[in-house]
Nanobody, 125 residues
């Protein structure tokens, strides 16, 4: 089992920045890829970013490329999502998820085994 806890969400204005954290416990976190997904009201959950288990590869949705950065600190069992230049379309509940060991992760939520409870990000325009 892997337990994930997201934090760092909040209410910000357009153009502001936020850093989300995903803290993991339960297993050797460094063996697992991590993805960030988000779900806006009335919409399906969508891929945002992912990072490989070693942290050497990161991938982003086109909608956040150049604005968001995913990183990980395996010593702290934490993955971060730095979000800059936020706009109203970024408003959603953000979830982190862990995929199979020793893999690069997936853009598809079906590729993840464990999920956090989510953190709300609201961007006012």
């Amino acid at each position: 089992q892997v337990q994930l806890v997201e934090s760092g969400g909040g209410l910000v204005q357009a153009g502001d920045s936020l850093r989300l954290s995903c803290a993991a416990s339960g297993r050797t976190f460094s063996f697992y890829p991590v993805g960030w997904f988000r779900q806006a009201p009335g919409k399906e959950r969508e891929f945002v970013a992912r990072i490989s288990w070693r942290g050497g590869s990161a991938y982003y949705a086109d909608s956040v490329k150049g604005r968001f950065t995913i990183s990980r600190d395996n010593a702290k069992n934490t993955v971060y999502l730095q979000m800059n230049s936020l706009n109203a379309e970024d408003t959603a509940v953000y979830y982190c998820a862990v995929g199979p060991r020793y893999s690069g992760g997936s853009d598809d939520e079906k590729g993840y085994n464990y999920w956090g409870q989510g953190t709300q990000v609201t961007v006012s325009s």
